[in-house]
């Protein structure tokens, strides 16, 4: 397949794969016809004034050649027996998701602060002991939260770190205190993120089941493997220890929680809050 390792190229590498099986009606249900949206460095700057943000290096030269797409993504599932079908934005487009962009750019500080006293009650141990006063634990999450880097949204609860003095500048999905890296880099997070667009899979037979089964190409497995190896220079400011709080397992920070052969990873607190009197 030789997918680019340089980052311009393969974002036209991705652009061209993309509209062209986009073109084949076997596509997906909404992304028939559909088309990237790339903006001018004029308008990127302008956005940068508007939303008051600033953008990487890397996230400038995706929205040069990819940004957002012309059709919206069709989600379908079921509800009481019925089938429910719902037009959703795919990335986000800066130039007409204003609305949702705003409301998308605040939630992450109105999740996490809600799995505080939610039925999580989610406490760092960096913040010290639980104050019993609702008030006190705000005030001292909202000190903590003043020093997370920028995020900025893609997708859905995809955001970018956004802080060019990183030398890993890694796409998170933001859910509550459930923070996950989607790939430390625009490359491996698009491959990881637009997977079944991009036909990057082989059929292999399982002789126990008896079935075929989608396996990542052995070049996009190696992708993956490499980008999300340990390396000390990891690091995300602040939010690592809120990434952490739900498992020490992870490779990225070169932990490993579970034993070598487990399927399934544990989800277990890494620190329990000592409440003050």
Known sequence: MNIPENLTEFLYWL?????????????????YGAKWQPLSEEQIDFIELKYSVRFTSEHREFLKILHAIDKKEIVEYEEESEIISEECTFFYNW??????ILKTMKEPYQWMFDDIDSVNKVWLKSWGIKPKSEAKRKEIFDEWFSHIPKLLPLKGTRFLVSDENLKWKPILSVR????????????????NEIRNHLYIYVEVFDEEDQMFYPELLSEVQEIFDQNFKYDKTKDVPYLKEMMLY????????????????????????????????
């Open 95 to 100: 130039l007409e998701d204003e609305e949702e």
């Open 246 to 277: 739900w498992s020490s397992g992870w490779k990225s920070f070169g932990m490993n929680y579970h034993p070598e052969n487990a399927k399934i990873r544990p989800i277990i607190r890494t620190f329990i809050a000592e409440e003050e009197i």
């Open 176 to 191: 509550g205190s459930d923070i996950a890296t989607m790939g430390w880099d625009f490359r491996t997070y698009l491959l």
């Open 15 to 31: 652009k061209e794969r993309t509209e062209r099986l986009w073109s084949e009606n076997t596509c997906q249900k909404g992304f």
